[in-house]
């Protein structure tokens, strides 16, 4: 099955810096990528999502590129500001198969005045 | 529209009691999830439901069940708690097709003593 690692677990930056979040994946099959945002004692929610065909998506501060080739995909976040700070899980899904998704295990961003 | 309901929010049970966690969309998606989130490890699927009348093991099924009702209702029991199970559980949708999306439920956070 499919196996994505996220590094790293817990970031800290400061206001208005850029923030990097890395993922691997395992399966070649896997062809859809979405990016959550859980603050805390909340749901996951979608912030963005980028699929196998499209190698960049932006949307106003957050980007997600993917390397199909080497089995990555990053999110990025520009101009961070304190509302940021999340936890924020990378997953991959492949098509068919029910739409499983496979998460990482999260990386914990606190941005800093 | 509520998206996804899960109930309970809370709930503290006896090691080898029983429960049965409710999920319910209106959104008409065609699939459902269970997910639980632990820390450090990410949301582990549970159990899903591709479509009506399916359902099919995750990557951590041991020690549950569940039941697609309908289209709008998949509920997860656990048969005899065990403290392993004490964990934040989500429940998800999605419509399938092109649209990958998650919609998350609020999530319910169970104890198992």
């Known amino acids: 099955g499919e196996n994505v690692e996220q590094h790293p677990s817990t970031l800290s930056v400061q206001e208005g810096d850029s923030a990097v979040i890395k993922c691997t994946y395992s399966d070649s099959a896997s062809n859809y990528f979405p990016w959550y945002k859980q603050e805390l004692g909340k749901r996951p929610q979608l912030i963005i999502d980028i699929r196998s065909n499209v190698g960049e998506k932006k949307d106003q501060r957050i980007a997600v590129t993917l390397n199909k080739t080497a089995k990555h995909f990053s999110l990025h976040i520009t101009e961070t500001q304190p509302e940021d700070s999340a936890v924020y899980f990378c997953?991959?899904?492949?098509?068919?198969?029910?739409?499983?998704?496979?998460f990482g295990t999260g990386t914990q961003l606190k941005v800093e005045l | 529209n509520a998206g996804v309901t899960q109930t309970p929010k809370f709930q503290v049970l006896k090691t080898g009691q029983s429960m049965t966690l409710q999920c319910a969309q209106d959104m008409n998606h065609n699939s459902m999830y269970w997910y639980r989130q632990d820390p450090g490890m990410g949301l582990r699927l549970i159990y899903y439901?591709?479509?009506?009348?399916?359902?099919d093991k995750g990557e951590v099924p041991n020690g549950y069940n569940v039941s697609r009702l309908n289209k709008r209702e998949f509920s997860l029991r656990l048969e005899s708690a065990a403290p392993s199970q004490t964990s934040v559980y989500f429940c998800a949708s999605v419509s399938g097709g092109s649209n990958y999306g998650y919609t998350f439920g609020s999530g319910t956070r169970l104890t198992v003593v």
């Open positions: 997953a991959a899904s492949a098509r068919g198969g029910g739409n499983k998704l496979t």
């Open positions: 439901s591709a479509s009506e009348g399916t359902t």
